[in-house]
């Protein structure tokens, strides 16, 4: 079975690391994707890196600057197919090989499941943080716990779609002025999707597939980590979401 697959690119002034990150997309093997590269209006020459005229890129420009939360957000509200595979690579990381979707499509198919997160390497020589769940208490814990939604991070379509039926102004997205979080967005989404899916419907997977790039120095936790851990314990204490039947 061949699943549809949907990459959502948000970047903003990435640099030279966009043409890695565009090239480990676009030189994919597997034949069944898109991805939407969404440029928050960098201001190096991003835009011009894009695959302008390749019929599986969508290639969005942002005429006000939003957050890396928002832009992933709308993409796949506006722009993912529903029943699709949602993976989520940032412009300045990239894919690991050119089978990495094919892995992703095999996984799904052969575990079942609503999410599966992953290993990553990063470009300091290091293997990412992310590990299984030790069992089902640390699950149903998980926002009292360490954070191990490492890259990569993929998951299923009807589990957003589900977050935005229990959710409809996406609550959990945002601050208490009603504004998308400023960082800190992959836990602000993992966390409802995870309880949405379920204990049994994820999956760790510990075969590296994502290069995750510590050289960037605009990257959220070298601007401002307080901030992330100050974001990061606000989405903690939301509400928790229901279990998708």
């Known amino acids: 079975m061949k699943n549809k697959i949907n990459i959502v690119t948000p970047f903003y002034n990435p640099g030279e690391f966009l043409e890695n ?9 597997y034949d069944n994707f898109k991805v939407v590269f969404v440029d928050d209006c960098s201001t190096d020459n991003s835009w011009d890196l894009l695959p302008h005229n390749d019929n599986r890129a969508i290639c969005v420009k942002n005429e006000i600057k939003k957050t890396t939360l928002e832009n992933t957000h709308n993409a796949i509200m506006n722009y993912c197919d529903p029943d699709s595979i949602i993976v989520i690579v940032d412009g300045d990381d990239w894919l690991l090989n050119k089978n990495v979707l094919s892995f992703i499509n095999d996984f799904y198919s052969q575990n079942n499941c609503l999410m599966m997160y992953g290993q990553s390497i990063w470009t300091t020589g290091n293997v990412g943080f992310a590990r299984e769940f030790k069992d089902e208490n640390e ?3 998980l926002r009292t716990g360490p954070f191990i939604f490492s890259h990569i991070r993929t998951f299923k379509k009807s589990l957003y779609d589900e977050m935005a039926k229990q959710d409809p102004n996406f609550n959990c997205l945002k601050d208490k002025n009603g504004n998308f979080y400023k960082m800190t967005g992959d836990v602000a989404v993992m966390y409802p999707l995870a309880e949405i899916a379920g204990y049994d419907r994820i999956k760790f997977n510990s075969t590296p597939l994502y290069i995750y790039n ?5 990257s959220d936790d070298r601007v401002n980590q307080q901030l992330q851990w100050d974001i990061h314990a606000e989405i903690s204490n939301k509400p928790k979401f229901k279990k998708l039947c």
């Open 214 to 218: 510590r050289s960037n120095p605009i």
């Open 139 to 141: 699950y149903n814990n």
């Open 21 to 29: 990150c565009v090239n480990s997309i676009m030189s994919q093997k």
